[in-house]
C-alpha cells in the first residue's frame, strides 16, 4: 500500500495556545503516514494553503481549528475531489458535530490513521459573487446574526466563549434596526422586512435534537433562507448561543429552499458566514452541491 501523505493547515490562533504537534506526530508515525504542517497568518490563508497542498498532490488535507479556518480549507477544496478531515480545535465545531467528527482530538485523528473507520461524505457549500470570501458550509447571515458577530471582541471570544457572543448579542440589540428585505429567490422577487436573513446550508447547532429546522440538510443541494421579523431579548440570547453551538430558533416566519438567493437591505447591513465578516449587503449566494469530500466517521 502507498504510503499517505496529509497536510495539516493550522490556524495557531485557535484553541489551545501549544498546538498538539506531538500528538499528530505519534499518531500519523504509528500510522505510516507522512504528515507536514503549515500555519495559517492571515484571513484567508486557509484557501491559499488548501490550493497549494493539492499542487503538492497530498492524499488528505486537514483543517486544525474552528469553523472559521475550516470554512477556508474548504473554500480551498471545493469541487477538487480531495478529501479534507477536520480537526477540531476551535472555539466553535459545528460542522464537526453536524458531520459526527469526534471532539477529540485523538479520535478526530483516527478518521485518517485508521481507514476502516471512516468514510468520504459529500456535503454543499454556498458561495457568493464576492471571489475575495471563502464559501461556507454552515450558514451566512445578513443583519442581526453578523451584527452580533461584529460587536463580539475576539480576546473576550477566546476568554468567554459564548458569553462573549451574549455581550455582543446585547449590543446588537441596542443599536440594530428593522430593516426591509428584496430577495430574489431562485429569480422569483419577495419583499419582506425583519432583523436579519439568515442563509443556512446545515441545521444543526451543535447540540445534540437541537436544529434550525429538520428541512435543513447539508447534501440536499439546496439553500433555506429564512427572516426573522420580531425578536425579543430571550430570542436574541438564543441567536446569539447558536453560533457556538446553542438553542435553536424557534417557528421562524418566512422560510423558503432555494439553489441561489440575491439579497439587497435597505438600509444596508453587516454580513457573516460561519462565523466570519464578510462586508455587508448586497450580497448574492447560491449553493454548489456536493462541493466537498470530508472524512466521517464510517
Not at 60 to 87: H, K, N
Not at 138 to 152: I, Q
Request: some cysteine; hydrophobic content about 40%.
Amino acid at each position: 500500500m502507498a504510503k499517505k501523505n496529509v497536510r495539516i493547515i493550522l490556524n495557531p490562533s485557535a484553541g489551545s495556545k501549544n498546538p498538539p504537534l506531538r500528538i499528530f506526530n505519534n499518531l500519523f508515525h504509528q500510522a505510516n503516514i507522512d504528515w507536514d504542517l503549515v500555519i495559517t497568518k492571515e484571513r484567508c490563508d486557509g484557501i491559499c494553503l488548501a490550493e497549494k497542498a493539492i499542487n503538492d498532490d497530498v492524499d488528505i488535507v486537514a483543517a486544525y481549528g474552528g469553523d472559521g479556518t475550516v470554512m477556508e480549507v474548504a473554500s480551498g477544496l471545493q469541487g477538487t475531489g480531495i478529501p479534507m478531515a477536520i480537526l477540531p480545535g476551535g472555539t466553535g465545531n459545528i460542522l464537526s458535530i453536524e458531520l459526527g467528527i469526534p471532539q477529540n482530538l485523538q479520535e478526530a485523528c483516527t478518521l485518517i490513521t485508521h481507514p476502516e473507520k471512516s468514510r468520504l461524505r459529500s456535503v454543499d457549500l454556498g458561495i457568493t459573487n464576492d471571489q475575495t470570501v471563502p464559501a461556507f458550509a454552515l450558514r451566512a447571515g445578513v443583519g442581526l446574526e453578523a451584527a452580533m458577530l461584529e460587536g463580539t471582541d475576539r480576546e473576550l471570544k477566546e476568554r468567554y466563549g459564548i458569553f462573549a457572543y451574549i455581550m455582543g448579542a446585547t449590543q446588537a440589540l441596542h443599536n440594530i434596526k428593522e430593516a426591509q428585505y428584496h430577495l430574489i429567490l431562485d429569480g422569483k422577487e419577495v419583499e419582506c422586512s425583519g432583523l436579519t436573513c439568515l442563509i443556512a446550508n446545515a441545521g444543526y447547532f451543535g447540540v445534540p435534537g437541537l436544529v434550525l429546522d429538520p428541512k435543513v440538510k447539508i447534501d440536499d443541494g439546496l439553500l433555506d433562507v429564512f427572516v426573522l421579523r420580531k425578536m425579543d431579548l430571550a430570542q436574541l440570547f438564543s441567536l446569539a448561543a447558536t453560533i457556538v453551538g446553542g438553542n435553536e430558533l424557534k417557528d421562524p416566519s418566512l422560510h423558503w429552499q432555494v439553489k441561489s438567493v440575491s439579497i439587497q437591505s435597505d438600509p444596508v447591513q453587516s454580513t457573516q458566514a460561519d462565523g466570519e465578516m464578510w462586508g455587508q449587503s448586497p450580497v448574492e449566494i447560491k449553493v454548489m452541491k456536493d462541493a466537498l469530500q470530508v472524512l466521517v466517521p464510517a
